[in-house]
């Protein structure tokens, strides 16, 4: 019972993970596209420090973060799993 539910664990781990991961990099590209955007409209041809730095970018970065360990933790939870054929 034990190594069905680490392994039930370990997919769903590995399955939000990606998930999380995705949402996260969507969350980063559309914060740092609207400042570029902001910035062109302005006619600045650099890259403003906000759409790297600032709040939005920030929170998509910590969002790849919780999916980087969320998949993290589906291999260590993969690891205890015995090698089945």
Do not use: D, Q, Y
């Not at 409209?41 to 790297?52: D, L, N």
């Not at 910590?62 to 690891?79: D, Q």
Request: hydrophobic letters at 55%.
């Amino acid at each position: 019972m034990l190594l069905f539910a680490a392994s039930w664990l370990s997919t769903l781990l590995k399955f939000c993970g990606v998930a999380i991961a995705v949402a996260g990099v969507l969350m980063f590209g559309f914060h740092f596209i609207r400042e570029n955007a902001r910035s062109a409209r302005r006619g600045e041809s650099s890259v403003p420090s906000i759409a790297w730095r600032g709040e939005g970018p920030k929170k998509g970065a910590r969002i790849i973060a919780a999916g980087a360990l969320a998949l993290t933790a589906s291999l260590l939870v993969s690891l205890i799993l015995p090698a089945m054929p």
